[in-house]
């Protein structure tokens, strides 16, 4: 699969590198509108990995440094399953163990798959609710259910006892400019 803007299909780029066999690239290229510089590099990857070199390349780095260890992620879901600790209590006892870890990374680690509870030991329950010889009502309830996603902010509240508040339109007075 090539991306967007790429000039060029794997079939086109396969297209290019048989024309290139008997006639110069700079012909070959100005012919399917491409740069001399982008025909090179096809015929060379071409060249060096066979038909493999025509597909294209991960832009994810080939490796990364400063990621975080895996014995360090794992501990961090460890935590999240069994303690259901937040990010900043799992950063600050791995600090308190020697681990230089912040708050940030540790919120950003955890994916789908480490928080939700692995499918085996997921459980549920039915409840039915009967009136007389009526079904009136079947739930299903899961009982290891992990929130996946945070809850949503700012939303107003209402207080349980006592009028509802008016809105601010109708209490405060017109500004007069």
């Given at each position: ?93 791995l600090v308190g163990q020697g681990t230089p ?45 992990v929130r996946t996603r945070p809850r949503p ?8 006892d006592g009028p509802v508040p008016e809105p ?10």
């Amino acid at each position: 699969m090539h991306h967007r803007n790429a000039p060029l299909s794997v079939e086109g780029r396969r297209r290019l590198v048989e024309r290139c066999e008997n006639r110069p690239i700079a012909h070959v290229a100005a012919e399917m509108g491409i740069s001399r510089a982008c025909a090179s590099k096809w015929v060379n990857r071409y060249r060096r990995c066979g038909d493999l070199g025509l597909h294209d390349r991960s832009s994810a780095p080939h490796r990364q440094p400063t990621a975080t260890g895996a014995d360090v992620v794992a501990r961090i879901e460890e935590l999240r399953r069994t303690r259901k600790w937040s990010a900043a209590r799992i950063a600050f006892e791995l600090v308190g163990q020697g681990t230089p870890i912040g708050r940030r990374t540790v919120s950003r680690l955890p994916t789908v798959r480490m928080v939700r509870p692995a499918p085996a030991a997921c459980r549920s329950v039915l409840v039915v609710a009967e009136a007389g010889e009526k079904v009136v009502l079947v739930v299903q309830v899961v009982l290891d259910a992990v929130r996946t996603r945070p809850r949503p902010t700012r939303r107003r509240r209402l207080p349980i006892d006592g009028p509802v508040p008016e809105p601010l339109w109708l209490t405060q007075p017109a500004r007069s400019w």
